[in-house]
Nanobody, 128 residues
Framework: QVQLVESGGGLVQAGGSLRLSCAAS??????????MGWFRQAPGKERDFVAA????????YYADSVKGRFTISRNNAKNTVYLQMNSLKPEDTAVYYC???????????????????WGQGTQVTVSS
């Protein structure tokens, strides 16, 4: 099992930037990892897909709402996945979660249903 810890959230004004980090705690990412993803959940709404990165070839995937503004990346040496968020909008306000999809039960980069492990979440608030 992989323990994930998100960090980097905070309060920023519209148009600003934040960089979220998702680090493995206790154990490093391993060969059973199929993909890492970022999801977000605003109050009263469902948990929505934001971005994902394939662990095998590094291919990236983004929700339409964040394309051109957010970038997902990884640093293998630090066992860390990042989400660089630029040009933030008030509608980006949510709790952001990092998730791990296991290679043995993979299905979709876009659906939370296929992710096996989740971090505790980090709050991102964008003021107008």
């Amino acid at each position: 099992q992989v323990q994930l810890v998100e960090s980097g959230g905070g309060l920023v004004q519209a148009g600003g930037s934040l960089r979220l980090s998702c680090a493995a705690s206790g154990r490093t990412f391993h060969s059973s990892t199929y993909a890492m993803g970022w999801f977000r959940q605003a109050p009263g709404k469902e948990r929505d897909f934001v971005a994902a990165i394939s662990w095998s070839d590094g291919s990236t995937y983004y929700a339409d709402s964040v394309k051109g503004r957010f970038t997902i990346s990884r640093n293998n040496a630090k066992n860390t996945v990042y989400l660089q968020m630029n040009s933030l909008k008030p509608e980006d306000t949510a709790v952001y979660y990092c998730a791990d999809q296991d290679i043995y039960y993979s299905g979709s980069y876009y659906s939370s249903r296929y992710y096996d492990y989740w971090g505790q979440g980090t709050q991102v608030t964008v003021s107008s």
